[in-house]
């Protein structure tokens, strides 16, 4: 874990937080979010940090976009977190994104909890759980056989990813201010 230059956490930080409110509201992330978030982590990396930082930008998003995708592919989320996800990662490289994505995905783990024991739904959630284990590892298509775990179907139980994404890298960005070395 690296505390990113301040520029970084404002450009990481403005770009979340743009995303989870329009994700909140319209349950989608514009292309301009994303597009304003990579071209300002390739930008400001290579302005700081030279060849290093644009490296380090490019596997960021490159790695975000190789674990997400796939994600994308199975119908577990949008594309516009992949991207999402891909800007985050342009913005603070792949060492301090993999720390959001941890942080992301325990964040995401406990709201997904909450909504579905808000909905009384968590027994058929945790069952879907185990199914789509079974299903991933049998290597069969999941949302095939049960539509509620298509996230383009009606009948899924939707999270607004964004959000998610926002408080992993608010936390990021609170624990490197505790703990990162400087």
């Not at 190789?66 to 800007?87: E, Q, S, T």
């Not at 342009?90 to 720390?99: E, N, P, Y």
């Not at 909504?115 to 298509?141: D, E, H, M, W």
Request: proline share 4%; aromatic share 12%.
């Amino acid at each position: 874990m690296t505390l990113p230059p301040l520029a970084l956490q404002g450009i990481l930080l403005l770009i979340v937080c743009l995303a989870a409110v329009h994700d909140l509201r319209y349950r989608r992330i514009p292309n301009w979010i994303v597009l304003v978030g990579l071209s300002l982590g390739l930008g400001v990396n290579t302005f700081l940090f030279e060849w290093a930082g644009l490296r380090q930008s490019l596997f960021g998003a490159g790695l975000a976009f190789l674990i997400y995708f796939p994600l994308y592919l199975l119908h577990g989320m949008g594309a516009g977190d992949v991207k999402l996800m891909a800007a985050v990662g342009a913005i603070v490289g792949w060492a301090d994104w993999l720390g959001i994505f941890f942080l992301t995905a325990i964040v995401g783990g406990f709201a997904a909890i909450a909504l579905l024991a808000g909905r009384s739904q968590l027994r058929r959630g945790l069952s879907n759980a185990g199914y789509l284990v079974v299903q991933l590892l049998s290597f069969r298509l999941p949302y095939a056989r049960r539509e509620e775990l298509d996230v383009k179907s009606e009948k899924s139980v939707k999270l607004p990813h964004g959000i998610t994404i926002a408080w992993g890298s608010v936390l990021f960005v609170g624990a490197a201010w505790i703990w990162a070395p400087r």
